[in-house]
């Protein structure tokens, strides 16, 4: 995986998802490892992150390397008018690795075209989050102890939820049945579900939540994202859709986790955040191993 870019999940094979997630497993035994001093790894956050950006500085202080970067694109002489590419081509001077997010779908590919240093997607648009995608396995098979014949359901923002599209996909590869539960008008992009359906795998679509919870191993909420819509009254209209209470888990599978990638607004209420079934956290937690697996592959310090 060396010098590889990272921008959409199907950037790395099933082969290499299982290397990423074990190698994660040895940073989670021991996190502090020298093993990228001198490295210097930039993180360029167009849009607000609070777990993405820290999780990876995090990871790159506990594996040595140091960090540069900025958290608003106002900050940064984008502002003055300078193009994404000459940004790019500029920070390539400067650092060994580059992470980014951009509220523009395919912000990182164009990254990736003129950079010459590897480029790592932290998120585009409503596009994909690959490395939420990996912590998102890692955190499967650390509850399931597999990632092979779950059923899964995703629960909100179907549409423009980069994350779940970066999950539907990588989870294909591992005899998924999926359930999806959404307003009408934040369903699953036919692009992304071209994916369960070249694999034959099953799905199947509610309205209530009640409906899909007493059948999956993995509850993976998310948030309906303000910023994503073009009309503010149609996001009023249903972002309090689905709204996840502990009374709703009487019925549930023991084995049952609830995934979110976070940041929530209501759709969990914090009377969940005690059950055994509560994960999100712990989640979050993960994002920094599987973070430093990602840097240790891609600048070639770990196989
Ligand atoms: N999960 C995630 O991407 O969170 P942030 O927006 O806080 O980075």
Redesign the pocket.
């Known amino acids: 995986m060396r010098n590889r870019n990272l921008i959409s999940i199907t950037d790395f094979n099933k082969e290499e998802y299982i290397r990423i997630l074990d190698l994660a497993m040895t940073f989670e035994k021991q996190p502090v490892q020298d093993i990228a001093k001198g490295k210097i790894i930039a993180t360029l956050f167009f849009e ?6 820290l999780s990876f500085e995090s990871a790159a202080n506990r594996l040595g390397a140091k960090v540069i970067g900025f958290t608003d694109a106002a900050s940064s002489s984008t502002s003055k008018g300078e193009s994404l590419s000459d940004t790019i081509k500029t920070v390539c001077c400067y650092a060994d690795l580059i992470v980014m997010r951009h509220p523009l779908e395919g912000a990182a590919r164009l990254a990736s075209e003129v950079a010459s240093v590897p480029i790592i997607n932290a ?1 585009d648009g409503a596009n994909q ?1 690959p490395t ?1 995608c990996m912590l998102d396995l890692y955190s499967i098979r650390q509850t399931q102890y597999t990632l092979d014949n779950l059923n899964v359901a995703f629960v909100g923002d179907l549409k423009y939820g980069r ?1 779940v599209h970066s999950l539907v996909e990588a989870m294909c590869h591992f005899n998924t049945t999926f359930h999806f539960i959404s307003p009408q008008s934040l369903k699953l992009p036919s692009a992304v579900k071209m994916h369960i359906k070249e694999k034959k795998l099953k799905y199947y679509q509610y309205t209530e939540i009640q409906d899909a919870i007493p059948k999956v191993d993995i509850l993976y909420m998310t948030r309906v994202q303000r910023e994503r819509f073009l009309d503010i009254q149609d996001y009023e209209k249903v972002k309090n859709t689905y709204i996840l209470e502990q009374s709703m888990l009487v019925d549930c599978k023991s084995n049952l986790k609830i995934l979110h ?3 929530r607004v209501n759709e969990i209420n914090t009377n969940v955040d005690t059950t055994s079934q509560a994960y999100y956290f712990q989640q979050a937690q993960n994002g920094v191993y599987v973070r430093q697996a990602l840097i240790a592959a891609i600048l070639g310090l770990k196989q």
């Open positions: 607000p992150s609070t777990r993405t950006r998120g989050h939420q994350t990638p976070l940041p």
